[in-house]
């Protein structure tokens, strides 16, 4: 009877994950091209900076990284990533994106550190 149960559980949650299912505020849209993405963004005292020309990502004053995407059409989702040096590189930053619809504020949900949050176009 335990394993029953066990694997009811197990097998409602794996139907019930979608990787759709991200801290994404309500009305928030998904990234089309990742120059959506380009210019400075604040959040309270941190800067991000995403040259989309460059290909470089960049948090305050810190390293430049490689700036890397990918989208995942049928989840609608569009991921940035951080890379040490160049494509090839180690991800240091990896998130899911999303606009607000006015494309004045970005949303990060952070899959590399679990954090989540809104930036403001600078």
Same mark, same amino acid.
């Given at each position: 009877?335990?394993?029953?149960?066990?694997?009811?559980?197990?097998? #409602?949650? #794996?139907?019930?994950?979608?990787?759709?299912?991200?801290?994404?505020?309500?009305?928030?849209?998904?990234?089309?091209?990742?120059?959506?993405?380009?210019?400075?963004?604040?959040?309270?005292?941190?800067?991000?900076?995403?040259?989309?020309?460059?290909?470089? !990502?960049?948090?305050?004053?810190?390293?430049?990284?490689?700036?890397?995407?990918?989208?995942?059409?049928?989840?609608?989702?569009?991921?940035?990533?951080?890379? #040490?040096?160049?494509?090839?590189?180690?991800? !240091?930053?990896?998130?899911?994106?999303?606009?607000?619809?006015?494309?004045?504020? #970005?949303?990060?949900?952070?899959?590399?550190?679990?954090?989540?949050? !809104?930036?403001?176009?600078?």
């Amino acid at each position: 009877m335990k394993n029953i149960y066990f694997t009811s559980v197990f097998l #409602i949650s #794996i139907f019930t994950f979608s990787q759709d299912n991200s801290k994404y505020p309500s009305g928030y849209i998904p990234v089309k091209s990742l120059t959506e993405l380009n210019g400075n963004w604040r959040y309270g005292s941190d800067l991000l900076k995403i040259n989309t020309s460059a290909k470089s !990502i960049q948090f305050n004053d810190g390293m430049k990284l490689y700036l890397d995407f990918n989208k995942l059409p049928a989840y609608n989702q569009f991921y940035i990533y951080g890379r #040490i040096g160049n494509a090839d590189g180690t991800p !240091i930053i990896r998130s899911r994106v999303r606009l607000s619809p006015d494309r004045k504020k #970005i949303h990060l949900d952070r899959i590399d550190g679990n954090t989540s949050n !809104i930036y403001t176009k600078q």
